[in-house]
């Protein structure tokens, strides 16, 4: 029996007894068990809410999970990028000796000088091409 069923039984056995509706003791009965059937519908109209409530909250949950899944996925996109991408600058830089193309990062740039991956010959970087924005960057230690 739940509080509803409870509060329905009590009144019903108040009913049937035929009480006095005029005794003092009679009337504050009354009014108790009017009383406890207004709580029993508040806190059953909270329960239903709660219920609605947690289903919304599980549902905001997936939802949420989603856009971390999401989130996360687009960090690491992030990081991967940096690394050859996105935020630091890279060049392209061809070798006089043996003509090859290679590739350098900024970093490398300002440190002046790289060996050919190729042929070993050390080369030299002209700063002239790249404005003092693009040498200074964020790469001043
Ligand atoms: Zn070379």
């Known amino acids: 029996m739940d509080i509803n069923e409870k509060v329905a039984y009590i009144k019903g056995l108040t009913d049937g007894l035929k009480l006095n509706e005029k005794d003092d003791t009679v009337m504050v ?4 068990i009017d ?12 329960g239903e809410l709660y219920d609605e409530l947690s289903e919304q909250v599980d549902e905001i ?8 899944d999401d989130l996360y ?8 990028d940096d690394d050859f991408d996105e ?4 060049y392209e830089v061809v070798c006089p ?8 990062s900024e970093d490398i740039l300002i440190e002046g000088s790289i ?12 700063f002239s091409s790249l ?3 693009e040498i200074n960057g964020d790469n001043e230690e």
């Open 61 to 68: 949950d997936q939802d949420l999970s989603i856009v971390e």
């Open 35 to 46: 009383l406890l059937e207004d709580i029993t519908d508040e806190i059953t109209d909270l």
């Open 73 to 80: 996925d687009s960090e690491e996109d992030d990081d991967f």
């Open 115 to 126: 060996d050919c991956p190729n042929c070993g010959e050390e080369l030299a970087f002209d």
């Open 131 to 133: 404005t003092a924005d």
């Open 87 to 90: 935020d630091s600058e890279y």
């Open 97 to 104: 000796t043996c003509g090859d193309e290679i590739c350098v």
């Open 29 to 32: 009965l009354k009014a108790v």
